[in-house]
């Protein structure tokens, strides 16, 4: 399916329309084309950085919302549907207050989600819980003004450095680290034209990159003269040295089945070719997920900033925006993985089943049609009480969603997939993180590389790939999971012996009645 | 090592079954997908939400009565919307001091056996101190002061001899003793007054003696016409509930059931530590609260004193 949203053609024509207006009406006319070249990338960067910032807010609701879920205790839910429902029966109106009447829409619209998501309920309990207490307007933000609060409260917060801190080291640590994370999202394409750089090597450029943020978080453990930190930083560097590793082959297998060391060149060749990698290289995906997971530090290989032992680990002597900034790197980073795997793994920024879809609605001027058509539909029914009839509207929809937020989207799912580890999992000791790495994940990375060359040299014959091999490759990974699932200890069933050294010498009987037996 | 099944350290268990039980319990919050039987209670197949609103005790349910909204109502109440759009959210958060749980979820309101704030019925307080040394915390101080009350100390031919208590075994007397503290200076002796009394306490009284055990120390048979009966009086009963760890040892060791553990969880904050030293008034429990402790303290005393007062009759009789 086509790409609509040609963003880097849109600015370039603007900019070269800008740049022929101004420079090119003056003699410095021969430099019309470096000016809107420079106008273009400075936009493209701007808006990739502008993306990722606003989008990364989506990583903090579901690092919330999702954990909340999985632990079954959600807390405030409140505050940005206050703005419409009102509580104890007294319904917003601050639209009323708007001039000339622009605010009727807003009062239609309020009506409309009262009426269909109010406090009204069948449930009578329901009812009385949901009809609250008017408490003031403060009550009625929204929750993400709170991370504006907390900004402003590291901004201001003060900037100790301990005493005996190697204090050159100890102020430049965090830069790097910032810097380093930052520098990442140059190279992660949102869409094949929504990208701030593009190499040749890109895929070089990037994991190069990603690999300099663990020199900062060992100069920071160090330079802090903290022995928390330096554990923290002494543990951080072995375990990101041992999974370093295994990504950096990993991602080798990706480049070698793509034929490219071009990140949009790997995402496209998916495209092109028909065949997610992940269905081609199970072991593989596997692999980029736990040496990303360590590599960002999360759960359960977040031994470097171990809370219960190492009070914050390697940051524990940072404090105010500097710390704020790390915290939020670590985000970054976080982001960057999920967004990498989505593009490596999940298709980038191809719909899935695209073209089944726009085999159905192959004509362009259709889907516009069917957008008017969608929307009269999603008018009725919201209105009706059939939702039934909705049911085609997100099919219209979904053809025009942009390719970027079909990267957002794999890239929210795989965060909230590693929330959903890090709720599940146990932190790992050290030494069996280690272990892991270096002897499962290390050898585990050449068999996937192994396969990434049988693939590319024995099966792929130029275009597209023949859908019997992914298909017997994810048949096989999947048996090959549910083995491991299975796997169940049936003596240790069977005895039914209790865990550790925990008997008496003298057992005695279990209960008063033992006797009798 | 043998290992509980559970505990063995494969894939299966450190991996699939701790993701699949964090999923389930993701999965259940949402509206209809988690109602559906795969995310059922273990061995039920009721949905895990969503089940008949029971309340947690009986207390709770004798408190709220037959005639509460929430009687017979489904437990649903943060889980449903409008059954049209069902996966809106709506607000869960009690926003606590000006809304109360209990108010909203009657059936997850404190236990009545939580262990909460400290409540004393000084009505039936004797100030044996019983709570005092039993708190591991040292947080209860109680003051007392044995006095004689005015009433005892009338003489043959006053107005109101004989309107006072009785000289009784077990209980304290107090003798007038010879010290003089009329130039006792308030202003520069940096002392307490002298008493004017040594007490004691009454071991037996047989005729017209009484073997008292001074406080001072020895043992003493005096006339009982010398004694005036005395009583042990409560000067200040302080809790320093900053420092309580709300075990329950002091209600437990209260004899006369006049010490409590309420279940109220609130009121006891304060922005100082000295906000939380609660004075007897801030620890009273009215009587009309616990209404039946009261009644039953009171009859106890009521015929013990009805007894005595038969024997003394009996007594003078013979």
């Given at each position: 399916m086509e790409d609509w949203v040609v963003f880097r053609t849109w600015v370039g024509d603007l900019t070269q329309m800008i740049a022929e207006a101004t420079v090119g009406q003056?003699?410095?006319?021969?430099?019309s084309d470096g000016v809107a070249s420079v106008m273009t990338e400075s936009i493209m960067a701007v808006t990739v950085f502008a993306t990722i910032m606003g989008t990364i807010l989506a990583l903090l609701w579901i690092e919330r919302k999702f954990f909340a879920r999985i632990m079954d205790?959600?807390?405030?839910?409140m505050a940005l549907r206050s703005l419409w429902v009102g509580e104890g029966g007294q319904h917003a109106d601050?639209?009323?207050?708007?001039?000339?009447?622009?605010?009727k829409p807003i009062r239609w619209l309020n009506n409309l989600l009262n009426e269909k998501?109010?406090?009204?309920?069948?449930?009578e309990t329901v009812h009385r819980t949901k009809d609250r207490g008017y408490h003031g307007v403060?009550?009625?933000?929204?929750?993400?003004i709170q991370n504006v609060a907390d900004g402003m409260k590291f901004m201001t917060k003060e900037w100790m450095v301990p005493a005996k801190a190697d204090k050159f080291i100890f102020e430049v640590a965090p830069f790097i680290i910032i810097t380093s994370t930052v520098m990442i999202?140059?190279?992660?394409?949102?869409?094949s034209n929504i990208y701030s750089a593009n190499p040749e090597l890109s895929l070089l450029f990037m994991m190069a990159i990603f690999g300099i943020a663990p020199f900062g978080v060992f100069f920071a453990g160090w330079s802090s003269n903290n022995k928390y930190t330096l554990l923290g930083g002494i543990r951080s560097a072995a375990q990101l040295t041992a999974y370093e590793i295994p990504l950096l082959v990993t991602i080798l297998s990706l480049a070698v089945i793509s034929g490219s060391l071009n990140i949009i060149e790997i995402a496209e060749f998916q495209i092109t070719s028909g065949v997610w990698n992940i269905f081609l290289l199970p072991l593989g995906a596997a692999l980029f997920l736990i040496t990303m997971v360590a590599e960002v530090e999360r759960?359960?290989?977040d031994m470097p900033e171990a809370e219960a032992e190492l009070?914050?680990?390697?940051?524990?002597e940072y404090g105010g925006m500097r710390w704020g900034l790390m915290f939020a790197s670590e985000y970054l980073r976080c982001y960057a993985a999920c967004l990498l795997f989505a593009i490596f793994f999940?298709?980038?920024w191809e719909m899935p089943f695209g073209d089944t879809i726009t085999g159905i609605i192959p004509n362009q001027d259709l889907i516009l049609g069917a957008i008017g058509v969608g929307l009269i539909g999603l008018a009725i029914g919201l209105r009706s009480?059939?939702?039934?009839?909705?049911?085609?509207v997100p099919l219209v929809f979904i053809s025009v969603i942009p390719p970027t937020a079909w990267l957002l989207f794999k890239a929210w799912f795989m965060f909230a997939i590693f929330v959903w580890i890090r709720a599940s999992l146990h932190r790992i000791r050290s030494d069996q993180i280690l272990e892991f790495g270096w002897r499962w994940l290390l050898p585990l990375s050449l068999v996937n590389l192994a396969i990434a060359f049988w693939l590319r040299l024995?099966?792929?014959?130029?275009?597209?790939?023949?859908l019997l091999i992914p298909g017997l490759i994810t048949a096989i990974a999947l048996i090959l999971f549910i083995i491991l699932g299975m796997d169940e200890d049936k003596s240790a069933m069977e005895g039914r012996t209790r865990p550790y050294s925990v008997y008496t010498k003298s057992k005695g009987p279990a209960s008063p009645r033992s006797h009798d037996r | 090592m043998p290992f509980h099944p559970h505990a063995q350290p494969n894939f299966r268990n450190m991996v699939i079954r701790p993701m699949w039980m964090a999923l389930k319990a993701a999965l259940r919050?949402?509206?209809?997908?988690?109602?559906h039987k795969l995310l059922?209670?273990?061995?039920?197949?009721?949905?895990?939400?969503?089940?008949e609103a029971q309340m947690i005790d009986e207390g709770t349910a004798a408190r709220i009565?037959?005639?509460?909204?929430?009687?017979?109502?489904?437990?649903a109440v943060d889980r449903e919307t409008s059954s049209l759009v069902p996966y809106l959210e709506r607000p869960v958060?009690?926003?606590?001091?000006?809304?109360r749980l209990e108010d909203l979820e009657p059936w997850l309101f404190v236990p009545g056996n939580y262990n909460g704030r400290i409540g004393v019925?000084?009505?039936?307080?004797?100030?044996?101190k019983a709570c005092v040394k039993a708190c591991p915390n040292s947080c209860l101080h109680m003051e007392t002061e044995t006095r004689v009350n005015v009433l005892d100390t009338t003489e043959e031919?006053?107005?109101?001899?004989?309107?006072g208590t009785e000289l009784e075994v077990g209980g304290m007397a107090a003798r007038r003793n010879e010290?003089?503290?009329?130039?006792?200076?308030?202003?520069?002796?940096?002392s307490a007054v002298p008493q004017e009394y040594d007490f004691g306490s009454v071991i037996d009284i047989t005729g017209e003696t009484a073997t008292v055990r001074w406080d001072g120390g020895g043992m003493e048979e005096v006339p009982a016409a010398d004694l005036a009966p005395a009583e042990v009086d409560i000067m200040s009963g302080r809790i320093d509930i900053g420092r309580c760890?709300?075990?329950g040892l002091c209600m437990e060791a209260c004899p006369f059931e006049s010490f409590f553990m309420t279940n109220?969880?609130?009121?006891?904050?304060?922005?100082?530590?000295?906000?939380?030293?609660?004075e007897a008034d801030r620890t009273r429990v009215l009587p009309s609260v616990h209404q039946e402790r009261v009644d039953a303290e009171l009859v106890k005393r009521a015929e013990k004193e009805l007894k005595k007062r038969e024997r003394a009759k009996a007594r003078a009789e013979a």
């Open positions: 003056t003699r410095f006319h021969e430099y205790r959600r807390g405030a839910t601050w639209y009323d207050d708007l001039p000339f009447g622009t605010g998501a109010g406090n009204a309920s069948d449930y403060w009550w009625l933000l929204p929750g993400m999202f140059a190279f992660i394409p949102l869409s759960i359960p290989f009070v914050e680990g390697w940051w524990t999940l298709g980038a009480e059939f939702p039934v009839l909705l049911a085609p024995s099966i792929w014959q130029g275009g597209e790939w023949p | 919050t949402i509206p209809y997908v988690g109602s059922a209670a273990h061995g039920t197949s009721a949905p895990y939400h969503a089940q009565g037959e005639d509460h909204p929430s009687v017979g109502k489904r437990y958060t009690v926003m606590y001091p000006y809304e019925i000084w009505e039936t307080c004797t100030a044996c031919g006053d107005e109101w001899h004989g309107m010290v003089d503290n009329s130039d006792h200076n308030l202003i520069l002796d940096h760890m709300f075990c109220e969880y609130d009121g006891m904050s304060g922005y100082s530590r000295e906000d939380l030293w609660y």
